[in-house]
């Protein structure tokens, strides 16, 4: 380990012992069952981030991406996730790790479910750090999709506290500190690829389809038609693409708009009719599912 990564983990120590009894508002946000709570929320300490906090108990994520990246430190209880086609398990002191446009799921490993604070630093936060905090030069990535590191998920613990403290300075420092030592300990960078594959260009021109008209989608049989294979053909080169079937993928795209369409202030019904579900019970439905929070409480946290 270099000089620099050595001073970045000291810091690291000496932030989370200088922040090590900041209180954290237990339950805040909108409560969904007895047992469960969750706040999604932005900080203007923190430009390009959104936060999560939240304990889950029957919650299941159904399969679904992010633009950003995710980095959950598991405080209580198992968190188990489906990932690059296996299930893996997240404890206390763990931390859950997953790359942008990555497919995932989410529930209870155990029957008391988990409890975790979440950071999605979006992808130019992240290169930014990486760049100036650590050797890594490229595309960043995770190279682990779940570790346990008690270190590093206290600090990213903190992150949450700090700002719910009212302490900007300290959660800036603490966010910058633990990406980088999460990119340093469990990160690399993304291989330069070139796909070649005739079904991978099938699977992007589908997908530029789809994206191109969300509100009125052709159906399979006439999206592969317009593109001169066969359904069957198509089902396949799009679920080794993107790891879900086109049906699926436009979902979680719906969900993806309608977020945006919040953040910039639009009410959930017409959110909902301008991403394409057919009412807002619909859209809360399937970004409680994805999100983790219904529509209504994310907007709420924007305004």
């Not at 497919?103 to 100036?132: C, K, N």
């Not at 420092?173 to 999460?182: E, H, I, N, T, Y």
Request: aromatic share 6%; glycine share 10%.
């Amino acid at each position: 380990m270099s000089r620099g990564q050595n001073g970045t983990d000291g810091a690291a120590r000496d932030a989370v012992t200088d922040l090590g009894r900041t209180h954290v508002q237990a339950g805040a946000g909108p409560v969904t069952s007895e047992n469960e709570h969750a706040r999604h929320w932005t900080d203007p300490a923190l430009p390009g981030v959104d936060l999560l906090r939240a304990r889950y108990v029957e919650k299941r994520f159904v399969r679904h991406t992010h633009a950003s990246f995710v980095i959950g430190a598991i405080t209580r209880g198992v968190e188990a996730y489906e990932v690059y086609g296996g299930l893996v398990r997240v404890g206390p002191g763990g931390l859950a790790l997953v790359n942008p446009d990555t497919v995932h799921t989410g529930h209870a490993g155990v029957p008391e479910g988990w409890s975790y604070s979440v950071l999605y630093p979006s992808v130019d936060v992240v290169r930014e750090i990486a760049a100036e905090l650590t050797t890594l030069r490229g595309t960043p990535r995770f190279a682990e999709s779940a570790v346990h590191d008690p270190e590093t998920a206290g600090v990213i613990a903190r992150v949450h506290a700090a700002l719910e403290g009212g302490n900007a300075l300290a959660a800036d420092s603490l966010f910058r500190v633990g990406v980088a030592q999460v990119l340093r300990r469990h990160g690399g960078v993304l291989p330069a690829r070139t796909r070649t594959e005739a079904g991978a260009a099938v699977a992007r021109l589908a997908r530029e389809v789809l994206e191109g008209d969300l509100v009125d989608p052709p159906s399979l049989e006439r999206l592969a038609a317009g593109l001169g294979v066969s359904p069957f053909a198509l089902l396949r080169a799009f679920r080794k693409e993107y790891g879900m079937p086109p049906h699926t993928w436009l979902t979680d795209a719906r969900v993806r708009r309608a977020r945006a369409l919040l953040d910039a202030g639009t009410p959930p019904a017409e959110a909902a009719l301008a991403v394409g579900f057919t009412d807002q019970p619909h859209l809360n439905r399937h970004f409680s599912r994805i999100i983790g929070v219904p529509p209504g409480a994310y907007r709420r946290e924007r305004l």
